[in-house]
């Protein structure tokens, strides 16, 4: 929720509306105005404070060596993801490198595995 809508929740509530009103007005759901309010009364204007600073876990790896992954498969783009990452030196998953190389718009290739011929075909 954008601090706007927080502190509407906040003077709303200072000026004495009930909550379920606010949730309503504000169109949240009781349980986030309640929270918001909780927040407001515990910490005061630093309690709204947007918490979060991004999304999931913090980055692997640096531009650089994103830079490094993808000039190493467009050199060979047949190298499985395991092999550029011991190539690269980059201390990272495969799936790590294949989300830096979805990023650039690449893909990891792999070369076809084909049965080998017998006298029958």
């Known amino acids: 929720m954008d601090e706007t809508r927080r502190g509407r929740v906040i003077g709303l509530w200072e000026s004495g509306v009930s909550v379920s009103a606010i ?3 504000v169109d949240i759901s009781l349980s986030t105005a309640k929270r918001w309010i909780e927040k407001f009364r515990v910490g005061g204007i630093a309690g709204l404070q947007n918490h979060r600073r991004g999304n999931g876990a913090a980055r692997q790896t640096t531009a ?3 830079q490094a992954i993808v000039a ?3 050199a060979d783009p047949f190298q499985a993801a395991t092999i550029v990452c ?3 030196g980059v201390a990272a998953s495969p ?3 294949r989300a830096r190389l979805k990023e650039a718009g690449l893909k990891c290739r792999r070369a076809a ?3 080998d011929l017998t006298n029958r075909h």
Do not use: C, G, S
């Open 23 to 25: 949730a309503a007005e």
């Open 86 to 88: 011991l190539t690269v």
């Open 113 to 115: 595995k084909m049965m």
């Open 95 to 97: 799936w790590i490198v």
């Open 64 to 66: 650089v060596e994103d």
């Open 72 to 74: 190493q498969v467009r």
